[in-house]
DNA sequence: TCTCTACGGTCATCA
DNA sequence: TCTCTACGGTCATCA
């Protein structure tokens, strides 16, 4: 709720804001922009905050039970969180930076530092085929050590038997991007590469 | 998973029993049958156990894991209906049956003895507007006395200013309704009316 | 702080 | 143990 909102407020965020669903928000006006992402895809809907406070109090009654709502939404997407299922034998496991490997646990058969670290974001539906690969999306600490993610990846790839790769995107039409910034990331994938390299391990650069 | 499924395993049935989508489940061969709900309605999809059970063991592996991923499921279900909100003060409250009254508690305004039987099913993103009714679906205990949940229904009413309404549906065309059972349900809805009449409160009869 | 779709899960409504 | 739709919420994908 800044001052840079003064185009318009884009619909997906406009939505989440205002507790409004697709409908709601179809009888609004909108002016169109660029989509920031790619020029080319599906334009950005800017919605005026008037009208949607306008909207949103008429649905709830006034901008306090509004309010009153988006606690209660957030607090459910919360707890609802922390119910996701634990960590199981077949999962996509996704690790944060830096710690020390200690002792083999339970779940993944990570050690507690690393194993504290993973969280299960989906227990794909299809046991993976015979011949799968463990991929490590590295999207953040862009070296092969002192990578927690790194570890859990190979020890998981290690427990099935299976390959493990490594890939980085690079992106390029995010909206902060710009050379410096995408010079110092490829800079740093380089020293990646190396080290990675020397233990075997692919690092595959993809810029999409 | 009964003798009785020759037919075959209506459609919703199917796709909960096995963890399927309406696109998984739309590549498979239906044999439609009567709405058993309404003759007239969109018609009953039957779909064969066997091949259910092979699109599956496809998607999922194996049988096992199948009773996996439902396991999984039902637990998420169980937890996050644990999650939902608790009582709060404009809700729509539904109550199961025979208590007494006692002293008065937080959240509706309930006796323990009635607030622990009460659960909100919904909360309602909309205030109530003024002028509204409180509106007791009398689904059981169809009688004025003994029926905590008109207890509650009398309470939320009063705390509000509204009126209060009781409604009870006769369901005449659900698959086990017969001319026994329903003149039982009519002498028992006609005691009630007279009972809450005496009171004031009007109990409309639905026949849908 | 981009948009669209598909997916579970839940629910009210309808025939 | 009926079917369809709408709704949040989540997510991967795409432009």
Chains 1, 2 share one sequence.
């Not at 905050?49 to 909207?55: A, N, P, S, T, Y």
């Not at 509004?66 to 996509?92: H, I």
């Not at 299960?120 to 600490?141: D, F, I, N, Q, T």
Request: charged letters at 30%; hydrophobic letters at 40%.
């Amino acid at each position: 709720m800044s001052k840079s909102r003064k185009d318009g407020i884009p619909k997906t965020y406009a939505k989440i804001q205002f507790c409004l669903s697709d409908r709601d928000v179809e009888s609004l006006t909108a002016t169109e922009k660029k989509n920031p992402y790619s020029p080319k895809g599906p334009a950005m809907k800017l919605y005026k905050r008037e009208e949607l406070e306008r909207l949103a109090v008429r649905k709830f009654g006034s901008l306090e039970k509004l309010e009153e709502e988006r606690q209660r939404r957030q607090e459910r997407r919360n707890s609802v969180a922390k119910t996701r299922p634990e960590l199981d034998s077949f999962s996509v496991a996704k690790a944060a930076s830096h710690a020390e490997a200690g002792d083999p646990d339970a779940g993944l058969g990570l050690p507690p530092l690393l194993s504290e670290r993973v969280r299960v974001v989906r227990s794909p539906a299809r046991e993976p085929a015979p011949g799968s690969l463990v991929l490590y999306w590295m999207k953040a600490a862009l070296r092969g050590h002192h990578n927690p993610a790194l570890d859990a990846a190979r020890r998981e790839a290690a427990k099935r038997g299976a390959e493990l790769a490594v890939a980085a995107p690079v992106l390029l039409d995010c909206p902060h991007a710009n050379a410096r910034r995408v010079k110092f990331v490829l800079e740093g994938l380089r020293d990646a590469q190396r080290e990675l390299g020397a233990a075997g391990v692919d690092l595959l650069v993809h810029v999409p």
